[in-house]
Each structure stands twice: as C-alpha cells, then as structure tokens.
C-alpha cells in the first residue's frame, strides 16, 4: 500500500511553530482530499486540514488564521504549517489519503501514517 511518513513534530512552548511533512511513497498529485488528523490524549481524531489535487483547502475551526496546509506534488509531500501553537492543540498528529490511484495503481481503502506527537507546552 502507499507508504505515508510524518515528520517535524515536538515540543515547543505556546505562541511557537512547527512544521509537519507528509512524505508518499507513491505519486499523490492527482489525489484529492489529503488530510492532516489530530488525536489528543484520551479524546477521538478528528480533521484539521484538508488540501485537494487542485490546491483548494478546508480547516478546522480552532486552527483557521494559525495553520497552514499545503502540498508539493513533485515530492509527493503534504505539509502543515503550526504557528501560534496553544496547549490544545497537543495531540498525535497523522496524515491522511483517501482511496485512489496511485502511479497506476487503484488503491479502494484510506490509508494513514504512523502519527508524529506535538506537544505544546503553558
């Protein structure tokens, strides 16, 4: 299946930034709707941003004006841009494509990657 791997979590105190990568083993460009989730301790996961093929993008609530979703298609990398990072927003933070072709090859399930932990520090 697609290989998705995270990177750029941490710990980083409140008002600060980070910046995740979400690498793909196999060409994304045409693949609509990739998404960063975010599961906090003890609580469900759930969307923070999502981007499509064509650069269009949706977010959560509580992160619209701080975060950041965008993509290289060349690199087949979806990144998520943290700035202004609060307490609450410490969660594992995993990527997220939907079913699809990827180089030639039609993939029916979602798949997700192994989550990178952010912890924002008070």
Same mark, same amino acid.
């Given at each position: 299946?697609?290989?998705?791997? +995270?990177?750029? %979590?941490?710990?980083?105190?409140?008002? %600060?930034?980070?910046?995740?990568?979400?690498?793909?083993?196999?060409?994304?460009?045409?693949?609509?709707?990739?998404?960063?989730?975010?599961?906090?301790?003890?609580?469900?996961?759930?969307?923070?941003?999502?981007? %499509?093929?064509?650069?269009?993008?949706?977010?959560?609530?509580?992160?619209?004006? #701080?975060?950041?979703?965008?993509?290289?298609?060349?690199?087949?990398?979806?990144?998520?841009?943290?700035?202004?990072?609060?307490? +609450?927003?410490?969660?594992?933070?995993?990527?997220?494509?939907?079913?699809?072709?990827?180089? %030639? #090859?039609?993939?029916?399930? +979602?798949?997700?990657?192994?989550?990178?932990?952010?912890?924002?520090?008070?």
């Amino acid at each position: 299946q697609v290989q998705l791997v +995270e990177s750029g %979590g941490g710990l980083v105190q409140a008002g %600060g930034s980070l910046r995740l990568s979400c690498a793909a083993s196999e060409n994304t460009f045409n693949i609509d709707s990739m998404g960063w989730y975010r599961q906090p301790p003890g609580k469900q996961r759930d969307l923070v941003a999502a981007i %499509g093929s064509g650069g269009s993008t949706n977010y959560a609530n509580s992160v619209k004006g #701080r975060f950041t979703i965008s993509r290289d298609n060349a690199k087949n990398i979806v990144y998520l841009q943290m700035n202004s990072l609060k307490p +609450e927003d410490t969660a594992v933070y995993y990527c997220r494509t939907p079913p699809g072709w990827y180089s %030639g #090859r039609y993939y029916p399930y +979602e798949m997700w990657g192994q989550g990178t932990q952010v912890t924002v520090s008070s």
